[in-house]
């Protein structure tokens, strides 16, 4: 899978790691890139998006001459996953469990050209959502197509579920109103809206899916694509989405892609992401779209560090440095209290005091506090005589 996209990338990294890095070299290596990037149908868009980040992370880099192989790998994983994180998360099955607590159905419309896999998609969903136990509608809203009733009924038949149709003719919209009040009336958990696929510059095609989503009101409108058809289903992308801003996609042929720039490009250009890809033609052929997946299979490696979005956009601050701990303050030792109140006080000038005021020998122990604070007092001043 992704053969050109793998050779595209492997060539700028190993490009780059050959030259010298000067701006010459630099928009040499990312034309190239652009050609190689062009054949694997990747948008001209995208393609402008990824050499400009490339090109910004290059010329700002100290990179050593050994290193920038793995530094150009890293930045195309960065801008790849940033891409596919941008557009966001859809749970089909969780958000119709969500809504049945309303005891309201979950109305899913289906989008995109006649040939894609739309019809088959639509029913390998129902199939995956009859196997989560929910129970399925599905209104068969292409009245236009000769043998698209007849191709959903068999469907339908093999997957024992109910079909809303009318003739070729009706008006689409009565129809998907008929399978959203036949699932309310008989609590069915969703209901799935096949669409007409003419070319979608068809005015009257979008005009008529218009009128489907005004009348039923859509908890989901799905972008179904063919992987193999490159830039063709990114432009129908592009033009479905401006015209009925659908929440997500579905690739079909996904194994049988050799280039592999459609996934990328659909999910670039209309901010929106891919939940299921097809992978055959049996009706457990579908599988959910993963972004590690996918870079596994672009880098030909199982042991990607795929980043997620806050990493890219926040990266983690640097802790800011504490303070060293500061040592508890010990209680300082109190000197004990004698029981002498003249302690510290020298002889001599206890005999020079009690000689110089005529003072008589303390006889009580209030006395001889009181003596030895005037003592005291009397050293403080200087030994004053009287």
Known sequence: MFDNLKKAFSNVSTGFSEKDLNEKDIEDVLFELEINLLESDVATEVIDSIKDSLKEK??????????????????????ISETFDNAGHVDLVARINEKKS?????????????????????????????????SVVIAAADTYRAGAIEQLREHTNRLNLKIIAQNYGSDPAAVAKDAVLYAKSHKVDCVLVDTAGRMQTSSNLMEQIAKITKVVKPDMKIFVGDSLAGNDT????????????????????????????????????????????????EYDDIVKFSKQTFLENVFESTDIDVPSLSEIKKPQPEPEPQPEPQPEPQPQPQPEESDDPFKGIETDDINTYADLYDVPPPETDNEAKNLANKIKKWIQDGRPKP
């Open 102 to 134: 309303s005891n309201e159905p979950f109305i899913v419309v289906f989008v995109g050209i006649n040939g894609t896999g739309k019809t088959t998609s639509l029913a390998k969903v129902a199939n995956m959502l009859k196997n989560e136990k929910l």
């Open 234 to 281: 990114v432009n129908q992308a592009r033009e479905f989405h401006k015209q009925v801003n659908f929440e997500c996609s579905i690739l079909t042929k996904s194994d049988a892609d050799a280039r592999g720039g459609a996934a990328l490009s659909i999910v670039k250009v209309t901010s929106s992401p891919i939940i299921y890809v097809g992978v055959g033609q």
């Open 58 to 79: 290059i010329i700002g880099s100290r990179v050593e001459k050994k290193n920038i192989q793995n530094f150009v790998k890293q930045s195309l994983i960065e801008f």
